[in-house]
């Protein structure tokens, strides 16, 4: 059963489209979050949820919107794909704001041709 | 502001010797966490090991420890009797306590291990 899973695993796209990501944790944690991986490794938060509320809100054009239905859910909406929107989006959940380590999901490559 | 230093882009190691992988932060927090995490070719993040700044004994979980050195402001990995597997990216990262809550990486750092 898997802890923190991300739909889908891949996205292959043109530019311009409309994509959504899905994530759902089972582990009962009360924050979730989104980070982007870039091509070079590099690791980026883009959003937190607590219990629903939006907490972190990184300089992320508003062209990503994160929405969370519940706590154990939290998706991300992308209007208007340029290509540097390429990435890997990764979900990630953790016990709660003061929590140890985050749990990550298996992660989204987006291709924006 | 808060950052996270990892300057060793590449590392080789033979194995089964032990490997040191370098992380400095940089935080005006008291309160904050450390982490290691290994991404593997398949892409996903595995947790490796976690130092809180209050804890005084260096964290060690199974091959991996974590040297802890809070004036230097560095927490570096130590990889003992390295494994073909833990061939990888390590990436260190940083959590604050004192109201951001968000948890930073650093760059990476791409781990070789040689027959």
């Known amino acids: 059963d898997t802890a923190v899973s991300q739909t889908p695993k891949y996205l292959v796209t043109q530019m311009g489209n409309d994509k959504s990501i899905k994530c759902e944790q089972n582990?009962?944690?009360?924050?979730m979050y989104w980070y982007k991986q870039d091509s070079k490794k590099f690791l980026k938060i883009m959003f937190s949820y607590n219990n629903k509320e939006l907490i972190i809100n990184e300089t992320v054009p508003n062209r990503f919107s994160p929405k969370s239905p519940d706590k154990a859910h939290l998706n991300l909406h992308i209007n208007s794909l340029e290509l540097g929107d390429s990435a890997v989006y990764f979900c990630?959940?953790?016990?709660?704001?003061?929590?140890?380590?985050?749990?990550f999901g298996e992660g989204s490559r987006l291709t924006v041709l | 502001a808060q950052k996270i230093t990892q300057t060793q882009p590449g590392m080789f190691v033979q194995e089964k010797e032990a490997v040191t992988l370098d992380c400095t932060y940089d935080t005006s927090d008291q309160s904050y966490g450390l982490f290691w995490y290994k991404q593997p070719s398949s892409g996903e993040m595995i947790f490796l090991i976690y130092?809180?700044?209050?804890?005084?004994q260096n964290a060690t979980e199974g091959r991996y420890s974590l040297n802890f050195q809070k004036a230097r402001k560095s927490a570096n990995l130590v990889i003992s009797a390295s494994q073909l597997g833990d061939s990888a990216m390590y990436f260190c990262?940083?959590?604050?306590?004192?109201?951001?809550?968000?948890?930073?990486f650093g760059a990476g750092t791409r781990l070789f291990v040689k027959a």
């Open positions: 990262a940083m959590r604050d306590y004192t109201g951001g809550f968000k948890t930073i």
């Open positions: 130092q809180g700044s209050y804890d005084e």
């Open positions: 990630a959940s953790s016990f709660g704001t003061e929590a140890g380590e985050l749990f």
């Open positions: 582990l009962g944690h009360d924050t």
